[in-house]
């Protein structure tokens, strides 16, 4: 698929292993969002752009290449994609963190939008959009769609598990979009869950039914 990435680093697969099994529970599910976040940035931002500096070492001066003052922003879909946020920071502390706030009206499967909190400049960052599942599409495509509305051009999407019906949902409004994630699940059930996924990321992040 074109602007799809799914990671396969052995670390990144252990860990997904453990959060998709219901004998994992809350404290060690967020520990474990929060490791495959991490990881999963490190790969997102392999092609951030790098420029040479010149620093002193304790020998003496070194040519060395630092990103680029690229701007970088996240941004979380509330509430499951708060689970990702302390993940990304600890790669990159210096990103904005915007929130978006959406909810899937459990009739329609359509999202409902609810809140909207971003940082002033989004048109200058490189925003990479936080939610642990990409089941209907439906959601991730209003948060691009918002992000877009407030001037943002460069925007890319992480999750951990996706359905292909998501990525269809995504890319078909906007083909634009990269989209990251560690595995692409076989389907969505009747009630729109990815299956075989990992339940409600929401509820076990959290610990509510």
Same mark, same amino acid.
């Given at each position: 698929?074109?602007?799809?990435?799914?990671?396969?680093?052995?670390?990144?697969?252990?860990? #997904?292993?453990?959060?998709?099994?219901?004998?994992?529970?809350?404290?060690?599910? &967020?520990?474990?969002? /929060?490791?495959?976040?991490?990881?999963?940035?490190?790969?997102?931002? &392999?092609?951030?752009?790098?420029?040479?500096?010149?620093?002193?070492?304790?020998?003496?001066?070194?040519?060395? &290449?630092? *990103?680029?003052?690229?701007?970088?922003?996240?941004?979380?879909?509330?509430?499951?994609?708060?689970?990702?946020?302390?993940?990304?920071?600890?790669?990159?502390?210096?990103?904005?963190?915007?929130?978006?706030?959406? @909810?899937?009206?459990?009739?329609?499967?359509?999202?409902?939008?609810? @809140?909207?909190?971003?940082?002033?400049?989004?048109?200058?960052? /490189?925003?990479? *959009? #936080?939610?642990?599942?990409?089941?209907?599409?439906?959601?991730?495509?209003?948060?691009?769609?918002?992000?877009?509305?407030?001037?943002?051009?460069?925007?890319?999407?992480?999750?951990?598990?996706?359905?292909? /019906?998501?990525?269809?949902?995504?890319?078909?409004?906007?083909?634009?979009?990269?989209? @990251?994630?560690?595995?692409?699940?076989?389907?969505?059930?009747?009630?729109?869950?990815?299956?075989?996924?990992?339940?409600?990321?929401?509820? &076990?992040?959290?610990?509510?039914?």
């Amino acid at each position: 698929m074109n602007n799809v990435f799914v990671f396969d680093h052995p670390l990144i697969q252990h860990k #997904l292993a453990l959060i998709r099994d219901e004998n994992t529970g809350s404290k060690e599910f &967020r520990e474990l969002v /929060e490791e495959l976040s991490l990881l999963m940035a490190y790969e997102v931002t &392999r092609n951030l752009p790098l420029e040479e500096v010149e620093v002193k070492t304790p020998v003496g001066p070194a040519k060395v &290449r630092m *990103i680029s003052g690229k701007k970088l922003g996240i941004v979380p879909i509330l509430r499951a994609g708060l689970g990702m946020v302390n993940g990304m920071l600890k790669l990159i502390p210096a990103a904005k963190v915007g929130h978006i706030g959406l @909810y899937r009206d459990p009739d329609t499967l359509q999202p409902v939008e609810y @809140y909207c909190k971003l940082p002033s400049d989004v048109s200058e960052r /490189e925003l990479i *959009i #936080l939610d642990p599942m990409l089941a209907t599409g439906g959601s991730a495509a209003k948060a691009v769609e918002v992000l877009k509305s407030k001037g943002a051009t460069n925007i890319k999407l992480m999750c951990l598990i996706a359905a292909p /019906e998501g990525i269809e949902a995504v890319h078909k409004e906007h083909p634009d979009v990269e989209i @990251y994630t560690a595995a692409i699940d076989e389907k969505l059930n009747s009630h729109g869950y990815i299956v075989p996924g990992l339940g409600d990321a929401g509820d &076990r992040l959290f610990g509510t039914k």
